[in-house]
C-alpha cells in the first residue's frame, strides 16, 4: 500500500505513515473540539461575586467611621482584587 499523502510504500494494515505521520485510515471516534467555547449570554459568578464584593467594599467605606469598618472594606476590596485577577488569568489561558 501506498500513502496517500507522500506516496512511501507503507504495509497493508499499517495505520500512519511512518514518513509524513498522517491517518491511513479515517479516525473512528473524532476527538473532542479543544477549542474554548465562550458561554452565550449570563455572568459568570465569578464576576456577580466580584461585583458584590465591590458593592460591600464601597458600602462599608461610606458608612464606616471607625476602624474596624474600614479594615473589613480594605479586605474586602483586596478580596474583589484578587478574585478580578485569578478571572483575568482564566481568560488568558
Known amino acids: 500500500m501506498q500513502c496517500r499523502y507522500c506516496g512511501v510504500e507503507i504495509a497493508d494494515n499499517a495505520l500512519i505513515c511512518y514518513r509524513c505521520g498522517h491517518a491511513t485510515t479515517e479516525p473512528r471516534i473524532k476527538p473532542p473540539d479543544t477549542r474554548r467555547r465562550r458561554p452565550g449570554g449570563g455572568f459568570h459568578p465569578s464576576l456577580v461575586a466580584l461585583i458584590v464584593l465591590l458593592i460591600a467594599a464601597i458600602f462599608l467605606a461610606i458608612v464606616a467611621r471607625d476602624e474596624t469598618p474600614r479594615i473589613l472594606s ?20
Open 74 to 93: 480594605g479586605i474586602i476590596a483586596v478580596l474583589a482584587v484578587i478574585l478580578l485577577a485569578v478571572r483575568i488569568v482564566q481568560l488568558r489561558r
